[in-house]
């Protein structure tokens, strides 16, 4: 069975300072995507930033980039001069290549410090 | 470009009433999901349309849930009778047939709260 963990249920992290939220996930799949969702509180689910498997360079949006390990099965998230409307709760998440079902992890709640 | 529109937002009943929510996807958008999202816990899939049929409902409990999507445009989904267990968020997720369409696109949500 295919899932995702999410070992951190809270981080905190300074004000301009950079985090790293984890994720790992199990899959005997070689073609799949793979996503970090934020959700601000009371706010909907927006997508941060998506990984092909088959692509060997780490994604990267403005200061949101991952760290994608394939043969580790971990695809962790950077988050670079943290701002306080980063405070949210992140999913990371799985989707097979030839499926339309996506996987989520049980979230990190992040709390950014002023 | 619209999103995901979703109502009402919030809903509070007790338990054995009938509850109803409705999405309205992103235009164009032929995929439409259900997911629950019980506090501390990520989405899980309830049900995926593609256009108005069925794709996936295998996590839909099925006595007590259903939803709708007649037209291929809007749906529904219904909790008759509800649980405490359901206290959820109820998101609605829409996705493009295409390209990018392993991206999906979510709603705010409706919480929904049994007592």
């Known amino acids: 069975a295919q899932t995702v963990t999410q070992s951190q249920p809270e981080m905190s992290v300074q004000e301009a300072e950079t985090v790293t939220l984890s994720c790992t996930y199990d899959?005997?799949?070689?073609?799949?995507?793979l996503f970090w969702y934020k959700q601000p509180p009371s706010r909907q689910m927006i997508l941060v930033i998506r990984?092909?498997?088959?692509?060997?360079q780490n994604a990267t949006e403005n200061r949101f980039s991952v760290n994608f390990q394939k043969a580790a099965k971990s695809f962790s998230l950077k988050i670079s001069d943290s701002q306080l409307g980063d405070a949210a709760m992140y999913f990371c998440?799985?989707?097979?290549?030839?499926?339309?079902?996506?996987?989520f992890g049980k979230g990190t709640r992040l709390h950014i410090l002023p | 470009e619209a999103g995901v529109a979703q109502s009402p937002r919030y809903k509070i009943i007790e338990k054995r009433q009938s509850v109803a929510f409705w999405c309205n996807p992103i235009?164009?958008?032929?995929?439409l999901y259900w997911y629950q999202q019980i506090l501390g816990q990520g989405p899980k899939l309830l049900i995926q349309?593609?256009?108005?049929?069925?794709?996936?409902d295998s996590q839909l409990p099925k006595d007590r849930f259903s939803a709708e999507r007649l037209k291929g445009v809007d749906s529904t989904l219904k909790i008759q009778p509800a649980k405490l267990e359901d206290s959820a968020v109820y998101l609605c997720?829409?996705?493009?047939?295409?390209?990018?369409?392993?991206?999906?696109?979510f709603g705010p949500g409706t919480r929904l709260l049994v007592l």
């Open positions: 235009s164009g958008h032929a995929t």
């Open positions: 997720a829409s996705s493009f047939i295409g390209q990018l369409q392993e991206t999906q696109y």
């Open positions: 998440a799985y989707r097979p290549f030839r499926d339309d079902k996506i996987i």
């Open positions: 990984q092909e498997a088959y692509k060997q």
């Open positions: 349309f593609q256009n108005n049929g069925v794709v996936d």
């Open positions: 899959t005997s799949e070689s073609d799949y995507y």
